[in-house]
């Protein structure tokens, strides 16, 4: 197998391995209705229980229409503010901001995992913050992408609970829109990549850096002469490709899971999964090396083709 192939495997893995953590979590924290009386007028009053830490609880009765509408406007405001801090070199603003959603997620996960344990969202947060800490500040590929499997999960458990299928679905088409016209037409997708990767030395999303067939041998030949001062090898630069996939490709199909989860079941919500995986790993087989694509159309295209199937199944 070549060695790009196995690169994507990876990535396919680890798409695939997050969604069924997001459905595990949001299972956990699927949201309970209760009813209480009211110790003044003896009124019997139904609500809500989300069961998220950290104040995250969502206001009681909103509607999944406004839920949908509020993370397209909070989605559009977190861009803009993205590219205009970039654009002003708040660097260390920026690795602030990556280190609170990071280390939010985390716990958020962590905490569905230990939930059962007393104080389980403080030791998810004892946790999380040396996590957060080592993935923003000393870029250990490992600890990224372990803790990018639990973030996305975490994120999404705060939202999903507030959406029904029909408004994962227009966020879906929404997205993909976005995601078409940032790659393909304003081109800031992979300027926001680059500026995180380069300066930033973090990045929203899975990444695996990786060398070709070429490099490989001429970094293993320098390496065996390091001894020979004289090498005609001493000296050339080896070029670091990187395979990646935005954090937002992640986290919309778990969106979607974790909605059919609580509206059809356990089974349709892992067809949305597969439908989404087999989608990504279609884009990654068609894509060209070198250059950007939107994944979201391609994802999207699966988790709606699969949610047909969950619905006829």
């Known amino acids: 197998m070549k060695h790009t192939a196995k690169i994507t495997l990876i990535l396919i893995g680890m798409f ?13 924290y699927s949201p309970e209705i209760i009813q209480v009386v009211n110790q003044t007028t003896g009124e019997i009053i139904t609500l809500t229980q989300y069961n998220l830490p950290y104040g995250l609880e969502p206001p009681q009765e909103i509607q999944p229409q406004t839920s949908a509408i509020s993370i397209i406007i909070a989605l559009f405001i977190a861009v803009t503010l993205m590219l205009l801090l970039m654009k002003l070199k708040a660097e260390i ?49 490992i600890v990224h992408n372990l803790t990018e499997m639990l ?73 065996q002469k390091t001894a020979d001062k004289k090498t005609k090898n001493k000296g050339k630069k080896v070029k670091v490709n990187l395979a990646i996939l935005g954090g937002g490709d992640v986290v919309f199909p778990i969106l979607l899971a974790g909605v059919v989860l609580r509206t059809l079941g356990i089974f349709p919500a892992i067809i949305i999964s597969i439908g989404a995986t087999l989608s990504l790993a279609f884009l990654f087989y068609k894509s060209e090396k070198g250059k950007f694509y939107p994944a979201m159309p391609f994802i999207s295209v699966g988790c709606l083709i699969a949610l047909a199937v969950a619905y006829f199944i």
């Open 151 to 223: 973030i996305y999960p975490g994120i999404a458990s705060v939202f999903i609970p507030i959406l029904n299928i029909w408004s994962v679905v227009v966020l879906l088409i929404i997205i993909s829109l976005y995601d078409m016209y940032a790659v393909w037409k304003a081109g800031f997708m992979q300027k926001m990549a680059k500026y995180q990767i380069e300066k930033l030395k973090i990045f929203s999303g899975f990444f695996i850096p990786y060398i070709n067939k070429k490099d490989r041998l001429l970094l293993k030949n320098a390496r």
């Open 93 to 141: 603003f920026l690795r602030i901001w990556f280190l609170i959603v990071v280390i939010l997620g985390i716990g958020l996960a962590l905490n569905a995992f230990l939930i059962k344990i007393p104080n389980s969202a403080l030791i998810a947060l004892i946790i999380a913050i040396p996590l957060g800490l080592i993935k923003i500040f000393q870029r250990n590929i």
């Open 16 to 28: 695939f391995i997050t969604q069924l953590i997001g459905i595990l979590i949001a299972g956990i």
